[in-house]
């Protein structure tokens, strides 16, 4: 039982590439979240998944494109990678069903700097 | 702005005494509070939650406190270890939202010998 997975662990971007930060969990879990964290910050929601086949925006999404592949899997897209989205990035999956309230398992945390 | 706010960055507790770390909500609609602890390069990791029925919760050396009134809670680690050393996030949620978090900024605790 891994739990909650990310890949990459480390990335580096030059400004405008692109690419997709991949999350899964074996959990079973229904609801998937991605977060930012940056110094000073805490952790910032950026999208969430709260079942399969649904996306919503969080706090920060701008940027950003989510795909809730199954219900295993959530990823996060940079279609043009900016200095600003320097930061470490987490996903995280809960049993949320919207009427009681469990807490998120975390994964490890992809960290990426765009240069 | 700043929904959930630890005021103080850092904490510094010797080994055996009590870590007392806080947290301040101004959203009254939180209704579901939770405690994570985050070793470097490490996700977080969930340590303990109150729900807002509850003004105390009790989880072995951890214990949770909330004061509905001052949208205040407060995490009590007694007594403190050298391997409580981490920074701590105070998160809440509200009903209807998905489960959706709001973090604080943190306080990094450190337990000296």
């Known amino acids: 039982n891994a739990g909650v997975t990310q890949t990459p662990k480390f990335q580096v971007l030059k400004t405008g590439q692109s690419m997709t930060l991949q999350c899964a969990q074996d959990?079973?879990?229904?609801?998937m979240y991605w977060y930012r964290q940056d110094p000073g910050m805490g952790l910032r929601l950026i999208y969430y998944?709260?079942?399969?086949?649904?996306?919503d925006k969080g706090e920060v999404p701008n940027g950003y494109n989510v795909s809730r592949l199954n219900k295993r899997e959530f990823s996060l897209r940079l279609e043009s990678a900016a200095p600003s989205q320097t930061s470490v990035y987490f996903c995280?999956?809960?049993?949320?069903?919207?009427?009681?309230?469990?807490?998120?398992?975390f994964g490890p945390g992809t960290r990426l700097t765009v240069t | 702005d700043q929904q959930v706010k630890q005021n103080s960055p850092s904490l510094s507790v010797q080994e055996g005494r009590i870590s007392i770390l806080n947290c301040d909500y101004t959203n009254s609609m939180f209704d579901y509070f939770l405690w994570y602890k985050k070793y470097p390069a490490e996700g977080p990791t969930f340590l303990i939650s109150?729900?807002?029925?509850?003004d105390k919760n009790e989880d072995g050396r951890f214990t949770v406190f909330l004061n509905k009134s001052a949208k205040h809670l407060s995490l009590h680690i007694v007594p403190s270890q050298p391997g409580d050393s981490a920074v701590y996030f105070c998160?809440?949620?509200?009903?209807?939202?998905?489960?959706?978090?709001?973090f604080g900024t943190g306080t990094r605790l450190q337990v000296t010998l």
């Open positions: 109150i729900s807002s029925i509850k």
């Open positions: 995280a999956s809960s049993e949320a069903d919207g009427r009681a309230r469990y807490e998120q398992y």
């Open positions: 959990m079973n879990h229904n609801s």
């Open positions: 998160a809440a949620s509200a009903t209807g939202t998905a489960s959706k978090l709001t």
């Open positions: 998944s709260a079942s399969e086949g649904t996306t």
